[in-house]
């Protein structure tokens, strides 16, 4: 279901519309941080569109969240960020 290897585990389940969108993220900064980060990020729930407001989420093996949206600028950002603390 998920491809490992890298710091965050794509879903590799995803078709048509939802792979857009996750291919879409995959080329951001945010992602490319996470991908640097010591810690393995796994997806709690992925857009199903590539439109926006497209929605990531996201949770480290620590159990801190991360949500990122795709702004109808065409620009993704963070929306929030829980240490699971």
């Known amino acids: ?12 389940d995803a078709e048509g519309d939802a792979k857009k ?3 879409a993220f995959k080329k951001t900064s945010l992602a ?6 010591s810690q393995k ?3 709690l729930a992925w857009a199903r569109s590539p439109a ?3 929605r ?9 969240t991360r ?3 795709l702004e109808r600028t065409g620009f993704w950002r ?6 699971g603390a």
């Open 1 to 12: 279901m998920y491809r490992t290897g890298l710091m965050i585990d794509w879903p590799d």
């Open 21 to 23: 969108a996750l291919d």
């Open 32 to 37: 490319a941080s996470l991908e640097d980060d």
């Open 41 to 43: 990020w796994r997806f």
């Open 52 to 54: 926006p407001p497209a």
């Open 56 to 64: 990531m989420l996201l949770r480290n093996e620590s159990g801190e």
């Open 67 to 69: 949500v990122f949206s």
């Open 78 to 83: 963070e929306l929030a960020s829980d240490t």
